[in-house]
T-cell receptor
Framework: EAQVTQNPRYLITVTGKKLTVTCSQNMNHEYMSWYRQDPGLGLRQIYY???????DKGDVPEGYKVSRKEKRNFPLILESPSPNQTSLYFC?????????????FGPGTRLTVL | SQQGEEDPQALSIQEGENATMNCSYKTSINNLQWYRQNSGRGLVHLILIRSNEREKHSGRLRVTLDTSKKSSSLLITASRAADTASYFC??????????????FGQGTILTVHP
């Protein structure tokens, strides 16, 4: 089944404790992206990757890191989480044709930083 | 930047009526995409319209794009209670160094009453 998986789905952590949210897709998509969703703010792009070893900042990259060593995986790293990073996080992937095509979204990771 | 502003923020209609949502954006785009989200779950792609297209249909969905006004509309005809969800537009930058950047609007919450 074609899908984007994220782990963990729920996470409660404390300020400053490094964490990684994994994202994996099985559709051989070139493009992968991370978003955060906060009430009243819609989705905001954190980082995106057009292909392996190619990553770029979205609108809200501060406090986050990413890497794209393999085509299928795009982990999101919070080196020192803070309470303002409490949010619902989505990973997405798509083909790149004439542009970034329809994105397939993962189920989301709800992160709480205390 | 707040590319992809949507209105109305909320829309309440009766089953069988049509629902129209609008999206405005600020910069040149490669394409514009509409997504649907049910209550905090992952987003589902509805339709993609490219910058050189003016109108697209998919089932009960009709999307228009006016690049001169930098705006798009999503029309859902003969709505059903199951259409109750949040709807988001997303724009992909036209080119340059931020080609892969996607910007989502804040969304329209649609409620369809049986």
């Amino acid at each position: 089944e074609a899908q984007v998986t994220q782990n963990p789905r729920y996470l409660i952590t404390v300020t400053g404790k490094k964490l990684t949210v994994t994202c994996s897709q099985n559709m051989n998509h070139e493009y992968m992206s991370w978003y955060r969703q906060d009430p009243g703010l819609g989705l905001r792009q954190i980082y995106y990757s057009m292909n392996v070893e190619v990553t770029d900042k979205g609108d809200v990259p501060e406090g986050y890191k990413v890497s794209r060593k393999e085509k299928r995986n795009f982990p999101l790293i919070l080196e020192s989480p803070s309470p303002n990073q409490t949010s619902l996080y989505f990973c997405a992937s798509s083909f790149v044709g004439a542009g970034v095509d329809e994105q397939f979204f993962g189920p989301g990771t709800r992160l709480t930083v205390l | 930047s707040q590319q992809g502003e949507e209105d109305p923020q909320a829309l309440s209609i009766q089953e069988g009526e049509n629902a129209t949502m609008n999206c405005s954006y600020k910069t040149s785009i490669n394409n514009l995409q509409w997504y649907r989200q049910n209550s905090g779950r992952g987003l589902v792609h509805l339709i993609l319209i490219r910058s050189n297209e003016r109108e697209k249909h998919s089932g009960r969905l009709r999307v228009t794009l006016d690049t001169s006004k930098k705006s798009s509309s999503l029309l859902i005809t003969a709505s059903r209670a199951a259409d109750t969800a949040s709807y988001f537009c997303a724009t992909q930058n036209a080119g340059g160094t931020s080609y892969g950047k996607l910007t989502f609007g804040q969304g329209t919450i649609l409620t369809v009453h049986p």
